[in-house]
C-alpha cells in the first residue's frame, strides 16, 4: 500500500522532469505550472464542506522573476525523489539546509524553501509527507475517553494507547496519523485554542465529568490535528465543538482553517479539513452576554475582519458569521477564553461550557 | 586778471580728441590683449581668421601656417602665412596700421571679422611692447610684385606710418604674410593656441593649417573636404534692427532722391508697399529728401519703422556648417558612445538673422563626475574664454538636462559625460566686447539655443534610457543565465540524463533564452573610425607646472622617509 503509493508519486516527479526536459530539447522554454495557493483561488460549497481550487495556476520558468524558483523546484523535486526512493524522511528544516549545497539557488530564509516546497506539494497534488518531507511543529495534544491504535516501530504490532491514561499530560498527535485506529466510547470532541484552557479543563477531569474527548490545538491546529480530528469524528461520528478565543484570529485562522482548511494547501483540503465542526465560543455576543474583560481590537485586528468579510468564501457565505465579525468590528473590542475566569476559576467548567452545549442557537456555524 | 578767468577755459585747455589709437592703448583689455597669455592667442586668433575670410570671399581652399618662434622668455616672433587673393599695395598700410578700418563693418554678411579692428590691434600691441614694427609682405597674383611693408601706427593720428616698403621675391602665386614680435605667453592646454587651431580645423574641414610651435614638432591639420562652405551672401540691413545713429549716418550718405526710394534701396524686405506704409506711420511724405531730413524726424522714422509690418529678413544669406560636418568634427575630437547634432532653421534678433547649431558627444572615454564641456562656435571660429558670460553658457544652464538622463543643480551646468558644440552663424555676431570672446544675451538667441540644445536634448534622452533598458536586460539575463546549470543538475538528478545530455540540456536553454528574449542590441559600445586620437590630445597636455609641483612633492616625501629611517638607525 505504502509502497504503490510512492511509486506513483515517484512516477509523477519522473513525468515533470521528462515534460521540462522534452520542451527544453524541442529549444523551447520549459515551465512548470502550479495552482495558485491562495484564497483567490479557492470557493466554498457547503455541500462538499471545505475550500476547493477553483483551477488558477501559477507559472515558473526563465524569467528574472522566476527561474530562481523555478529551478530551486527542479532541484526540491530531485531531493524529493532521492528521499522517497532511500525511504528516508527531511523535515522543512533539514530541506532549507540541503539547499545551502546550491551555491547560487539556495534559499536564503526558511520560508522560502518552506514556499517552494508547497508548490511543489500542490503540483504533485499531494500530502507533504508522501514526498517525504514532514514539518517540526507538534501536532497537537489530546486528552479524554480516546485509545489510540498504532503500531509498534520495530514489530509492526498494534500498540494501544489509553488517552485517560497520561495523569495530568497528554497524548501527542503524531506527524502522521493515516494508519492510525481508534476506540472510544465519548460523545463529542472539544477542540480548544490555548494550552492553558486545556490544562484547566484535564486538571478539573472535565473530560470524565462530560465524556468527551480534549483536544489542544496549540493556535491554527496543524494539518496532522486537523486530520486527527477528521478521521476521528467520522469514524466514531462524533460531533466536534470548537472553543478559541473572542478575537479574528481565533474566527478566521483557527477556526475556519480546521473546518474548512486553507487558502494555502486548497490542493489537500479535501483530507485536512472537519466540516462537521462547529464553533461554540467565544462568540462576540458571549463578550456582552458574560460582561467579558476586554481588550480593544488593534489596527490589524480591525484590517482582519475587513479582509475576511471581503475577502473569505468561508465567510462570505455565512451571514451569521458577517453578522458576529460586523458586531466585534463596531465594539471595537475582543476576549480570550481564560477572561471567563473573571466570574471565578472554575466558572467556565461549572456554567459556561455545559451552558453553551445545551444551547446551539448560541453557536456561529 | 588771469585768476579771474572761468574754470572753464583753464579745463579746456586740457581737453582734446582722443584718438581710437591711444583709446586702445589704455584699453587693450577690451580687445582680447589683457595678459600675455591671451595676447599671443589673440594674436594669432586675428591674424587666422583675416586670412580665412579673405580666402573664401575669393573663394580659394585656404592654407595657412602659423609659426610662433620664442625670441626670449616673454617675446614671441608670430608669423602667419596665407594663400589667399592678397592685398593691393595702396591698402596694405591702412589694413594693418589703422585702427577701425575695414570693409566688413559696413555690410551684413556672414565673416569672422566683423570690426576692422583685430589685426591693426595686434600690430599696436606688438609694437607697445616690443617696439618693433610689424612686416607684411603681399602678392596679388603671379604677374605682380610682392610688397613688403615695415609699418607703424601713429596713435595719435590712427594712421599708417611706413618705415620701409619695397618689393620682394615671393615664390608664391599670391598671398599675405604678416609677421608680428610682441611680448606673450605660450602655454598648453586650454585656452592655448594649439587648442583653438585644433577646433578650428574641426569646425572649417576645408582649411588646411600648419603650425610650427615654439616647442615640438610641426602639426599639420590637413583639410578633410575639397568643398568650400556655401558661400555666405551680403544682406541690406532690415528695417528692424536699425538706430537712430546709423539712420541718420545712411540718410546722409544715400544716392536715393526721395525718402521712399532710400527706403526700398537701402534695407532689404522694402517694397514700394511697404515703403509707403513706413512713410504714412512716420507722418512723412515719401518724397521728402532723404539730406533733408532731421534728427526729430528721423526719430519719427524709426516709431513708424516699428509700426509697419515688415516681413522678416532674408535668411539664405547665412552658411551654417550643417549637422553633419559638425557631428563628423565630434567624431574627430572625442571617442564618444553617442553622436547627435541639429541645424536650426533661421531666426532674427534686432533685424539680424542668425542660425544656431548644437552637436552633442555622449558617453565612452568621458569623464562622468564633472560638469560637461562646452565647445562654443561664431561665424566658424572657436571662442576660447569668458564662456561664463556667453548667451550659450546661459542657455545650457536654463536647459532642463536631469530630463535628459544627465544631473544638473538649479542653475548650474549639467554633470556628465558629455561634450556640446553650439555655433552660431550670423551677419552680425552680437559679441558682449570687442575681444569677441562671448555672445550678448539677446532673448531671441538664447530661446533659439535652448531649442537646438533640447532637440538634440531629446534623442539623447532616448539613447540614455535604451542603454539603460539594455543594461537592465542585460543584468536580468545574466542573472536568469546563472540558474541554468542549475536546471541540467536537478534534471540529471530527476530523470539520470548523461553529462554530455547536461551540457546539451545547458546549451538549448541558453539559446532559447536569447531567442525568446528577443536580440539585445548592444549600446555604450563606441564604434568611431573618425576618432584621431592624435588630434584629440592637441590642446589638452597638462601645464607644465602641474607636473613639476607633482616631483616636488614626491621629493619631498622621500626626504622625509630618509630622514626617520635615519632616525630609525639611531
Known amino acids: 500500500m505504502v509502497k504503490k503509493k510512492n511509486s506513483l508519486v515517484l512516477g509523477k516527479i519522473n513525468e515533470l522532469g521528462n515534460m521540462v526536459y522534452k520542451s527544453i530539447k524541442k529549444k523551447k522554454l520549459p515551465e512548470l505550472k502550479m495552482p495558485l495557493r491562495a484564497l483567490s483561488n479557492v470557493k466554498y460549497d457547503p455541500k462538499n464542506g471545505f475550500f476547493e481550487l477553483i483551477g488558477k495556476m501559477k507559472e515558473r520558468t526563465l524569467t528574472a522573476s522566476t527561474i530562481k524558483t523555478f529551478a530551486q523546484t527542479l532541484r526540491m523535486m530531485a531531493l524529493s525523489k532521492e528521499l522517497i526512493e532511500q525511504d528516508d524522511i527531511a523535515t522543512k528544516r533539514e530541506a532549507y539546509y540541503v539547499s545551502k549545497n546550491w551555491a547560487e539557488a539556495r534559499f536564503n530564509e526558511q520560508p522560502e524553501s518552506d514556499t517552494v516546497m508547497d508548490d511543489f506539494e500542490a503540483m504533485m497534488m499531494v500530502n507533504r509527507e508522501q514526498i517525504g518531507f514532514i514539518p517540526e511543529e507538534k501536532g497537537g495534544e489530546i486528552a479524554g475517553r480516546l485509545i489510540v491504535i498504532d503500531k509498534d516501530r520495530d514489530t509492526g504490532k498494534p500498540i494501544k494507547i489509553d488517552c485517560t491514561k497520561f495523569g495530568s499530560g497528554a497524548y501527542s498527535i503524531p506527524i502522521s496519523v493515516e494508519e492510525l ?67 479574528p484570529y481565533g474566527y478566521g485562522s483557527i477556526y475556519r482553517t480546521l473546518k474548512v482548511g486553507s487558502g494555502n494547501a486548497a490542493h489537500i483540503n479535501k483530507y485536512f479539513c472537519v466540516p462537521q465542526a462547529k464553533f461554540i465560543g467565544v462568540t462576540p455576543q458571549d463578550i456582552v452576554d458574560y460582561k467579558l474583560p476586554s481588550h480593544p481590537l488593534k489596527d490589524v485586528d480591525l484590517k482582519k475582519i475587513k479582509d475576511l468579510i471581503k475577502n473569505d468564501p468561508f465567510i462570505q457565505h455565512h451571514k451569521e458569521w458577517q453578522k458576529a465579525l460586523k458586531h466585534m468590528y463596531q465594539s471595537k473590542v475582543r476576549a480570550e477564553q481564560q477572561a471567563l475566569a473573571k466570574h471565578g476559576l472554575n466558572f467556565v467548567i461549572s456554567d459556561y461550557l455545559p451552558k453553551k452545549l445545551k444551547n446551539p442557537t448560541s453557536w456561529l456555524p | 586778471m588771469a585768476n579771474n578767468d572761468p574754470v572753464a577755459i583753464e579745463l579746456a585747455k586740457m581737453q582734446r580728441d582722443i584718438s581710437i589709437a591711444s583709446f586702445f592703448e589704455k584699453n587693450r583689455h577690451l580687445l582680447g590683449f589683457d595678459n600675455p597669455r591671451k595676447a599671443l592667442l589673440t594674436t594669432i586668433k586675428e591674424a587666422v581668421d583675416n586670412s580665412l575670410d579673405a580666402c573664401e570671399e ?36 591702412h589694413i594693418f596700421a589703422r585702427l577701425l578700418y575695414g570693409s566688413k563693418f559696413f555690410k551684413l554678411s556672414q565673416s569672422r571679422g566683423q570690426q576692422g579692428i583685430g589685426i591693426s590691434a595686434s600690430v599696436m600691441y606688438s609694437q607697445l611692447t616690443t617696439g618693433k614694427s610689424a612686416k607684411i609682405t603681399s602678392k596679388i597674383g603671379p604677374k605682380y610684385p610682392a610688397h613688403f611693408y615695415k609699418l607703424r601706427i601713429d596713435t595719435q593720428k590712427n594712421k599708417p606710418e611706413i618705415i620701409k616698403e619695397e618689393v620682394v621675391e615671393w615664390e608664391k602665386d599670391h598671398g599675405t604674410k604678416v609677421e608680428l614680435d610682441l611680448e606673450g605667453s605660450y602655454q598648453k592646454g586650454d585656452q592655448s593656441i594649439d587648442q583653438y587651431l585644433k577646433q578650428t580645423a574641426i569646425i572649417n574641414p576645408h582649411v588646411t593649417l600648419i603650425y610650427q610651435p615654439p616647442k615640438g614638432e610641426q602639426l599639420m591639420f590637413a583639410r578633410a573636404t575639397e568643398i568650400m562652405p556655401k558661400k555666405p551672401r551680403e544682406i541690406k540691413p532690415h528695417p528692424y534692427g536699425v538706430e537712430i545713429g546709423k539712420l541718420i549716418g545712411m540718410l546722409k550718405l544715400t544716392d536715393s532722391k526721395t525718402l521712399q526710394s532710400f527706403l526700398m534701396k537701402e534695407f532689404s524686405r522694402v517694397g514700394p508697399g511697404t515703403a509707403k506704409q513706413v512713410c504714412e506711420n512716420s507722418f512723412l511724405l515719401p518724397n521728402t529728401k532723404p539730406r533733408s531730413i532731421n534728427r526729430e524726424m528721423a526719430e519719427k522714422l524709426i516709431e513708424g519703422i516699428k509700426k509697419t509690418k515688415i516681413i522678416s529678413p532674408p535668411t539664405d544669406c547665412i552658411s551654417p556648417i550643417g549637422e553633419d560636418l559638425l557631428e563628423k568634427g565630434l567624431r574627430k575630437e572625442i571617442n564618444a558612445e553617442f553622436y547627435c547634432s541639429v541645424t536650426r532653421p533661421p531666426g532674427v534678433y534686432r533685424g539680424n538673422p542668425f542660425v544656431i547649431e548644437a552637436g552633442i558627444a555622449y558617453g565612452g572615454d568621458q569623464g562622468s563626475d564633472n560638469p ?50 553650439v555655433h552660431i552663424a550670423s551677419v552680425w555676431v552680437p559679441f558682449t566686447s570687442e575681444s569677441k ?15 537646438a540644445l533640447q532637440e538634440c536634448g531629446r534623442k539623447l534622452g532616448l539613447y540614455v534610457n535604451k542603454k539603460r533598458r539594455i543594461k537592465f536586460e542585460s543584468k ?21 540524463i548523461s553529462d554530455s545530455e547536461e551540457k546539451e540540456v545547458e546549451n538549448l536553454l541558453a539559446v532559447a533564452l536569447e531567442r525568446s528574449r528577443g536580440n539585445l542590441e548592444e549600446v555604450g559600445v563606441i564604434d568611431n573610425p573618425d576618432y584621431d586620437e592624435e588630434l584629440a590630445a592637441i590642446g589638452k597636455e597638462k601645464k607644465q607646472d602641474d607636473d613639476f609641483e607633482g616631483e616636488d612633492q614626491e621629493n619631498n616625501s622621500d626626504k622625509e622617509d630618509k630622514q626617520t629611517t635615519l632616525e630609525g638607525v639611531k
Open chain 2, 437 to 451: 570672446e562671448a555672445i550678448a544675451h539677446y532673448p531671441e538667441i538664447i530661446q533659439e539655443i535652448k531649442r
Open chain 1, 181 to 247: 485506529k481508534f476506540e472510544t466510547q465519548a460523545k463529542f470532541i472539544l477542540a480548544i485554542e490555548t494550552a492553558g484552557m486545556f490544562q484547566r479543563l484535564v486538571k478539573h477531569n472535565y473530560w470524565k465529568k462530560t465524556n468527551c474527548i480534549l483536544v489542544s490545538m496549540g493556535g491554527v491546529p496543524t494539518r496532522a490535528c486537523r486530520r486527527f480530528i477528521r478521521r476521528l469524528s467520522d469514524d466514531k461520528k462524533l460531533p466536534v465543538y470548537v472553543f478559541t478565543d473572542g478575537d
Open chain 2, 58 to 93: 575669393a573663394d580659394m581652399l585656404p592654407e595657412i601656417s602659423v609659426e610662433v618662434i620664442e625670441m626670449s622668455e616673454n617675446k614671441f616672433k608670430v608669423i602667419v602665412e596665407d594663400n589667399g587673393p592678397g592685398i593691393i599695395k595702396k591698402q596694405i598700410p
Open chain 2, 476 to 496: 536580468k539575463r545574466d542573472y536568469i543565465r546563472t540558474f541554468i546549470p542549475h536546471i541540467g543538475a536537478a534534471l540529471k538528478d530527476l530523470i539520470h
Open chain 2, 372 to 421: 560637461i564641456k562646452i565647445m562654443r562656435y561664431a561665424n566658424r571660429v572657436p571662442l576660447l574664454y569668458q564662456q561664463g558670460s556667453c548667451a550659450i553658457n546661459k542657455s545650457v544652464v536654463n536647459t532642463i538636462w536631469r530630463n535628459y538622463g544627465l544631473s544638473q543643480s538649479r542653475g548650474a551646468l549639467p554633470v556628465g559625460p558629455m561634450t556640446l558644440v
